[in-house]
T-cell receptor, first 115, second 116 residues
Framework: AQSVAQPEDQVNVAEGNPLTVKCTYS??????LFWYVQYPNRGLQFLLK??????LVKGSYGFEAEFNKSQTSFHLKKPSALVSDSALYFC?????????????FGSGTRLSIRP | GAGVSQSPSNKVTEKGKDVELRCDPI?????LYWYRQSLGQGLEFLIY????????KSGLPSDRFSAERTGGSVSTLTIQRTQQEDSAVYLC??????????????FGPGTRLTVT
């Protein structure tokens, strides 16, 4: 069975500082990993994904994430946070072991950037 | 191009009534998902349609919930005999998954359901 965990309900960072939002997963085969963002009163937007290849993937709005197979993690990072990055962030995973597998989401992490 | 649309955007209903929520996916997307989100919290998986395969209904919380997808396009989520705990935002997402499972999902704006 596949699962995904976001251990932090909330992350608080000062503007200009680096930020990390954590995500760990469990799958039977190889994972496809995704990050989505939900701004207040707006729909979910795709940020980036890892399918194969380079472990460091870059996405929208200056975000990047590093796939670490040994630690089964896919943490979201940004070198310098902006107040406008404040939002709800979701990690998602799909297990490639089964053709019938579906995408499942973590519980979300609320990112708050203070000026 | 057109994205995923959902209707209605808001629905207020009395406890015990039935409701239907509609999702129009992006044209050509073979996969369609329904999720439920309560009070800006996590996404609870409800049901997954992929092409002509039998839908994965493993996330439906009770037999009051059902969904169908007609002609591989539009989907309707039906909640019978609504309860107050059904109040949430219901999100629909579609994805072009035929033959490749690495595509991201495209989400609709959601339907906010309030059961009074």
């Amino acid at each position: 069975a596949q699962s995904v965990a976001q251990p932090e309900d909330q992350v608080n960072v000062a503007e200009g500082n680096p930020l990390t939002v954590k995500c760990t997963y469990s799958v039977s085969g190889n994972p496809y990993l995704f990050w989505y963002v939900q701004y207040p009163n707006r729909g979910l937007q795709f940020l980036l994904k890892y399918i194969t290849g380079d472990n460091l993937v870059k996405g929208s709005y200056g975000f990047e994430a590093e796939f670490n197979k040994s630690q089964t993690s896919f943490h979201l990072k940004k070198p310098s946070a902006l107040v406008s990055d404040s939002a709800l962030y979701f990690c998602a995973v799909r297990d490639t072991y089964s053709s019938a597998s579906k995408i499942i989401f973590g519980s979300g992490t609320r990112l708050s950037i203070r000026p | 191009g057109a994205g995923v649309s959902q209707s209605p955007s808001n629905k207020v209903t009395e406890k015990g009534k039935d409701v239907e929520l509609r999702c129009d996916p992006i044209s050509g997307h073979t996969a369609l998902y329904w999720y439920r989100q309560s009070l800006g919290q996590g996404l609870e998986f409800l049901i997954y349609f992929q092409g002509n395969s039998a839908p994965d209904k493993s996330g439906l919380p009770s037999d009051r919930f059902s969904a169908e997808r007609t002609g591989g396009s539009v989907s309707t989520l039906t909640i019978q005999r609504t309860q107050q705990e059904d109040s949430a935002v219901y999100l629909c997402a579609s994805s072009p998954e035929a033959g490749y499972k690495g595509y991201e999902q495209y989400f609709g704006p959601g339907t906010r359901l309030t059961v009074t």
